[in-house]
Each structure stands twice: as C-alpha cells, then as structure tokens.
C-alpha cells in the first residue's frame, strides 16, 4: 500500500452523494489514511474547538468544505472559525472551500478570507483534490 499523502482529511458537506464520491477517491488513490465527516459547519465548528488546543490530538491537515449547508453554511463556519485561525495555521491546516458557485463575487470573497488555501469547483476532480493536498 502506498504512503497516504496527509494522515487525516475533514470533509464539511451535507451531501452524502458528494460525500460518498470523495471519500471513495480518497480512499481508492490512498490520499489519506482517516477522514473526518461533518454534514454542517456547527458540528465541525465543535470539533475544531475542542480538539484545537489539545496537542494530542491529530487534527486534519486538509478540510475540505462546502458554502451551502443546512444549520451553519460555509459562510458562518469561516466567520465562527475566525478566531481559531492563527492555530489552524499554526498546525499547518489548509481549508478549502469546494462549491459548485461560479459567482465570481463568492469565489472571490472565498479566496480572500484569510484562512482559505484554495477554491475548488463542484464536480471535484482527482487532480484537485492531489492540488489540494500537495499545494
């Protein structure tokens, strides 16, 4: 079996189709030994604070999230994560937003919140994902 690129990947998505195609990519191209699912931003919000602060704790070095979710969007997960930011980065934690918007005002808005690495479009591809993970 060959060497995962990252040890954990956190998946942000409501859906499961979605969801279910990218975790079988990872999986199958051996991209990451663990992935962390949440179907909304509160609950990988939770998450992220509690296990931030925990050195013991191996967090996601990718996230992988979506805008438009249900109970807490893509949107307010970024504004709510904002202050965990400098220790995202700390731990070297790259987020990036995976939309199906091409409102360039969004994709735009996206790429220059601090703490996003990448905008990826919907369908995701393999060769994004790699980016994502290599980049």
């Not at 409501?14 to 999986?27: A, E, G, N, Q």
């Not at 918007?101 to 996206?110: H, L």
């Not at 601090?114 to 990826?120: A, E, L, P």
Request: proline share 5%.
């Amino acid at each position: 079996m060959e060497k995962p690129l990252v040890s954990k990947v956190c998946i942000i998505d409501d859906d499961r189709l979605y969801v279910s195609l990218v975790t079988m990519m990872i999986k199958k191209n051996s991209f990451a030994n663990e992935l962390l699912v949440f179907q909304n931003g509160r609950e990988a919000l939770d998450y992220f604070k509690n296990a931030i602060d925990d050195p013991n704790e191996i967090l996601p070095s990718i996230i992988l999230l979506d805008l438009n979710m249900p109970i807490m969007n893509g949107w307010e997960f970024l504004k709510e994560i904002q202050p965990y930011a400098d220790k995202m980065l700390e731990r070297d934690i790259k987020l990036n937003i995976v939309s199906s918007t091409i409102n360039p005002e969004e994709v735009n808005r996206a790429e220059n919140h601090d703490i996003v690495h990448n905008f990826i479009t919907k369908p995701i591809s393999k060769d994004a994902i790699v980016e994502a993970f290599l980049n």
